[in-house]
């Protein structure tokens, strides 16, 4: 068994799991607090990871459910956090206050607790969760773990090869590892990241 070494943080999906899948997962990994990255942390059809509900369903196993969707989710809070597609910009998001607040908030609990960042997409490629918090606090010397699956997980540098298979950029010389590794990150965002809805024009209805 490879020995942890310096702060870690876990990310894990809720998916369609019933609450006992996702609580397995969480005591495979001695999870001992959740860190809530939604924006919107309700659903109709999975009611078991509503806000309340969730809470209450770790708070009796032991677990801390802390919600942090209002600083460190997928969501713009202001149009000037999205890109001319309406879509979220992941870089103009990682620069706001808020954004790094909760960054530091995360730093901090993970030097004295075992902290898993939960959204609801299984796969952390396809969630904000990856591309943009799990990065940044990368950035910042957290070790990540990517919960995928019952023991199945993968660092961030794995995370990181995956996204460059699933991108599939073609080779080029003239630039560096970083460079490709950021437009993976970028292209990857502009795919899955949160598109605003377009609103509609009460005076022109269509």
Do not use: W
């Not at 460190?72 to 979220?88: E, P, Y």
């Amino acid at each position: 068994m490879t020995q942890e070494i310096g702060p870690l943080i876990h990310t894990v999906g809720h998916s369609t799991r019933t609450s006992g899948e996702f609580l397995s997962l969480l005591v495979e990994s001695s999870i001992n607090v959740i860190a809530d990255v939604r924006s919107s942390p309700y659903s109709s059809r999975l009611s078991q990871f509503n806000r309340e509900v969730l809470a209450e369903t770790l708070r009796k196993k032991g677990i801390r459910y802390v919600f942090m969707g209002d600083q460190l989710g997928g969501r713009a809070a202001s149009s000037g956090l999205t890109n001319s597609d309406g879509r979220v910009s992941y870089a103009k998001m990682s620069e706001t206050t808020s954004f790094r607040e909760g960054i530091s908030r995360l730093i901090d609990g993970a030097a004295r607790m075992r902290i898993a960042l939960l959204c609801s997409e299984r796969d952390p490629l396809n969630c904000h969760r990856g591309l943009l918090v799990a990065r940044s606090l990368a950035t910042e010397g957290i070790d990540i773990k990517h919960i995928l699956d019952n023991d199945m997980t993968e660092t961030q540098t794995q995370y990181e090869r995956r996204l460059l298979d699933t991108v599939n950029l073609p080779p080029e010389l003239t630039r560096t590892d970083e460079e490709i590794l950021a437009d993976a990150y970028a292209k990857q965002a502009a795919r899955v990241a949160y598109k605003e809805p377009a609103r509609r024009d009460e005076d022109n209805p269509t």
